[in-house]
C-alpha cells in the first residue's frame, strides 16, 4: 500500500466528555432538564435520521441546530451556540500514539489522509492538535460538499495523494460510511476497533 486515509472523529479523534454529558452541563442555565441517558438517545436518534443534502455543509450549523434542539428540546439560539462553541480543539484528544505512527509512516514513504464527514471546523481542530502538519491532505466533507459513503470523497483523496484506489487503504469506526464505502471506491479498508484496535499496529500492518 501506498496510502494510508484516515477517519478523524471516533478513529484518530476523540471527545474527551461525552456529548450528551457535554449538552447537559451547558443547557442548565438554559433551563435543560432532560437526563444524560435521555439527551444520548435523542442524540444517537438524530444522528441516525435520514437528511436532505449534506449534513455537514460548511460549518454545519443548520444541521447541528436540528440535533441539538432534538436532543435537549431547548431551542435557545444562546444555547445552541454555546454548545457549539464548545466542541472546539479542546474538546478533543488524539488516538494514543497516533502522531508518532503518522511520522514513522511518512518516513517510510506512505502518504496520510485525513477523510472525514465534518464540518469546517475540522481544519482548525487539526491543526491545533498537530495533525495537520503531519499529513499530505484532508478531505472534509464540509468543504468538498461529498460525504462518505459516496465514492467520490475516497476518490478525491486518491487524487490528491496521486496513488490509484488500490493503493490505498481506509481506515474508520464506521462499518457504513468508512469500511463498505471505501471498498465501494475501489480502495482496501479496516475497521477501526476491530480489524486494527490501536495506531500503533498501523506499522506492523503497513510497513512489511
Not at 442524540?43 to 443548520?62: I, K, N, P, T, W
Not at 484532508?138 to 496513488?163: M, N, T, W, Y
Request: charged letters at 20%; one cysteine or more; aromatic letters at 8%.
Amino acid at each position: 500500500m501506498r496510502a494510508l486515509l484516515i477517519d478523524a472523529a471516533g478513529t484518530l479523534l476523540h471527545l474527551k466528555e461525552p456529548v450528551a454529558v457535554t449538552y447537559a452541563r451547558i443547557g442548565r442555565p438554559f433551563g435543560v432538564r432532560r437526563s444524560i441517558p435521555s439527551i444520548q438517545e435523542a442524540f444517537s436518534a438524530a444522528m441516525r435520521a435520514e437528511h436532505d443534502g449534506l449534513r455537514y455543509a460548511g460549518d454545519g450549523r443548520v444541521f447541528w441546530r436540528t440535533v441539538v434542539s432534538h436532543a435537549t428540546g431547548c431551542t435557545d439560539p444562546d444555547y445552541f451556540e454555546a454548545v457549539y462553541g464548545a466542541f472546539g480543539a479542546p474538546a478533543w484528544s488524539l488516538a494514543e500514539g497516533a502522531l508518532g505512527v503518522l511520522d514513522a509512516l511518512r518516513a517510510r514513504g506512505i502518504v496520510v489522509g485525513v477523510v472525514s464527514n465534518w464540518d469546517t471546523r475540522l481544519r482548525p481542530i487539526l491543526s491545533a492538535l498537530g495533525v495537520l502538519e503531519r499529513v499530505d491532505v484532508a478531505i472534509i466533507s464540509g468543504e468538498l460538499g461529498i460525504e462518505k459513503p459516496d465514492p467520490r470523497i475516497f476518490h478525491a483523496a486518491c487524487q490528491a495523494l496521486s496513488v490509484t484506489p488500490s493503493q490505498a487503504i481506509h481506515l474508520g469506526d464506521s462499518r457504513r460510511a468508512d469500511v463498505e464505502g471505501a471498498r465501494a471506491a475501489g480502495l482496501s479498508a479496516w475497521h477501526f476497533g476491530t480489524d486494527v484496535e490501536a495506531f500503533a499496529q498501523l506499522p506492523l500492518r503497513l510497513l512489511v
